[in-house]
């Protein structure tokens, strides 16, 4: 049975995540309750909860994540149960266009519901110190470029509308939870957004419209970084991963971005990094 995603699920997902690999932290799961419930649900047979999936809608778009079924029942259609539901809700409340990311084995799946490929999106990752990082860092660069703004300091207006150049729309919600939460990051042309979970640092929401004002964006933050970073990239921005190399992450995986309804427009030259790992945009 189809019931509501509830509190008391998010305990028993981050386990089954943990177990999969995945990168997730209870705040999504707060954040995405608090911002679009109705459209995050969960599988139940009696008191067991077999799968789950969560959505958000950002204005005329929406993203879908975390669709986790089960080990031992899954191929049974539970996932597609709940891909239905959740694009239903979505669309029910006029979103236009809903993105998500999608592995080799679950994309079958969403090609049958009709979303198309769009773009690659890979994770690279770099395991640094502070000490490596600050050598590494070039030596005429603004001090004031290594000090993460305050977000009581921050007007969140020119990052969003810099988000929704490369997105097409705007996503204020998920921006302003991310820079509540993180260490944020900003020059004249772009901003970048550094979160951290117990293995290291994740780099995103990470936006720029010029190439050599992302790269300093980049280094001021990995002065402050530690262990391993990762973050999620478009292949369709090319100058990212060229900025990537050159500072010694290499590509440890990848998904498709994929999308259901009008097209997009989307610009993944002024992306960076993605402010999620998949979940939610």
């Not at 679009?36 to 993203?63: H, M, N």
Request: charged share 25%; with cysteine; proline share 5%.
């Amino acid at each position: 049975m189809v019931c509501p995603f509830l509190d008391a699920d998010i305990g028993p997902f981050l386990a089954l995540a943990e177990a999969e690999g995945w990168i997730c932290g209870r705040w999504e799961f707060e954040f995405l309750l608090r911002s679009f419930p109705q459209g995050c649900f969960v599988c139940r047979d009696g008191e067991k909860t077999l799968a789950y999936i969560t959505s958000v809608s950002y204005g005329e778009s929406g993203w879908i994540g975390n669709l986790l079924v089960r080990p031992d029942v899954r191929k049974r259609g539970l996932g597609r149960t709940l891909m239905e539901r959740a694009v239903s809700e979505l669309l029910s409340r006029g979103v236009q266009t809903i993105w998500l990311t999608a592995s080799a084995q679950g994309s079958g799946l969403y090609r049958q519901l009709g979303f198309v490929e769009i773009d690659e999106v890979k994770r690279w990752s770099r395991t640094t110190n502070r000490r490596a990082a600050s050598a590494a860092t070039p030596r005429d660069m603004a001090p004031a470029a290594f000090n993460p703004v305050e977000p009581a300091e921050f007007d969140i207006d020119p990052a969003a509308e810099l988000d929704r150049v490369g997105w097409g729309d705007r996503r204020d919600s998920l921006l302003q939870v991310s820079f509540a939460r993180g260490e944020l990051y900003r020059n004249s042309d772009g901003f970048l957004c550094c979160q951290r979970w117990d293995g290291g640092t994740q780099i995103g929401p990470w936006s720029g419209m010029a190439d050599s004002q992302a790269a300093e964006l980049l280094d001021g933050a990995l002065v402050n970084a530690e262990r391993k970073i990762l973050l999620d990239v478009p292949s369709g921005n090319r100058a990212a991963a060229a900025v990537l190399e050159a500072r010694g992450f290499e590509v440890k995986g990848s998904n498709l971005l994929m999308y259901l309804g009008a097209k997009p427009c989307y610009r993944p030259e002024t992306i960076y990094a993605l402010a999620s790992m998949g979940s939610m945009g």
